[in-house]
C-alpha cells in the first residue's frame, strides 16, 4: 500500500464531512453572522479535544502508578524488606516520590477537565 493510498479518507470519514457540511449549512441558516473563522475554530475545538482526553487519561495512569508504588514501597518497607531494615532513607525518598508522582498525576488531571 502506498503512502498515497492510506491518505485518502475512509467512507465513513466522507460521510462525517457530508453531514458536518450539512450541520454547518443548518447553523448559517438560523445566524447567518457565522465566517469561515466561526467554522475553523470550532473544528480546532473538536481537534483539540482528543488532546485533552489523552491528557487526562495519561494522569490518570500516573495516579494510579504512584498509589500502587506507594502502597507497595510501604508494604516493603513495613516488613523490613528494603534497605535492610524499616528505616532506611530510601524507603523514604522512593514513597515520597510515589506520594509526588501521584499528586502531580492528579493535578495535570484536573487541569486538562
Known amino acids: ?12 470519514a466522507r460521510e462525517l464531512a457530508e453531514h458536518l457540511k450539512q450541520a454547518i449549512g443548518d447553523y448559517r441558516m438560523r445566524d447567518a453572522k457565522v465566517t469561515d473563522q466561526d ?3 470550532a473544528i480546532k475545538l473538536l481537534q483539540t479535544s482528543s488532546a485533552n482526553e489523552l491528557r487526562v487519561a495519561l494522569a490518570i495512569i500516573a495516579a494510579c ?8 514501597l510501604g508494604i516493603a ?4 524488606r528494603l534497605g ?9 525518598v522512593s514513597i515520597g516520590l ?4 501521584t499528586v ?6 484536573r487541569r486538562s477537565e
Open 1 to 12: 500500500m502506498s503512502a498515497h493510498a492510506a491518505a485518502e479518507p475512509t467512507r465513513k
Open 39 to 41: 467554522v475553523q475554530m
Open 65 to 72: 502508578v504512584g498509589a500502587f508504588v506507594t502502597v507497595g
Open 77 to 80: 518497607a513495613s516488613k523490613g
Open 84 to 92: 535492610g531494615g524499616a528505616s532506611s532513607p530510601i524507603i523514604w
Open 98 to 101: 510515589a506520594i509526588t508522582g
Open 104 to 109: 502531580l498525576g492528579v493535578i495535570l488531571g
